[in-house]
Nanobody, 130 residues
Framework: QVQLVESGGGSVQAGGSLRLSCAAS????????LGWFRQAPGEEREVVAT????????NLADSVKGRFTMSRDNVKGTLYLQMNSLKPEDTAMYYC???????????????????????WGQGTQVTVSS
């Protein structure tokens, strides 16, 4: 069983920054694909970023490229999402997830939501005002 606990959400003005954290475990961060997803009210959940199995490559959605950075600390068993230059359209509940989607066996964690992302945190709210 993989447990994920997000923190760091809050309310900021446009242009501001937030850093989200996801406490997992050493086992989780070295054994599963890890990703950040978000869901705005009335919208479908979407992928924001994933990090490849060896941590060398992060994959970012076009909407956040150049503004968000994903990283992980294998020793602490923690996942991070640094969000800069926030926009009102970034307002959503943010979730971290773990799983073994297609590509995992090759060390690739695709930038796509699929049923294989089967461990989820409770989410942390991010609200960006204009």
């Amino acid at each position: 069983q993989v447990q994920l606990v997000e923190s760091g959400g809050g309310s900021v003005q446009a242009g501001g920054s937030l850093r989200l954290s996801c406490a997992a475990s050493r086992y989780a961060v070295t054994s599963y694909c890890l990703g950040w997803f978000r869901q705005a009210p009335g919208e479908e959940r979407e992928v924001v970023a994933t990090i490849d199995f060896d941590g060398a490559i992060t994959n970012l959605a076009d909407s956040v490229k150049g503004r968000f950075t994903m990283s992980r600390d294998n020793v602490k068993g923690t996942l991070y999402l640094q969000m800069n230059s926030l926009k009102p359209e970034d307002t959503a509940m943010y979730y971290c997830a773990a799983g073994r989607p297609p590509g995992w066996a090759r060390g690739v964690c695709p930038l796509r939501l699929s049923k294989e992302w089967n461990y989820w945190g409770q989410g942390t709210q991010v609200t960006v005002s204009s």
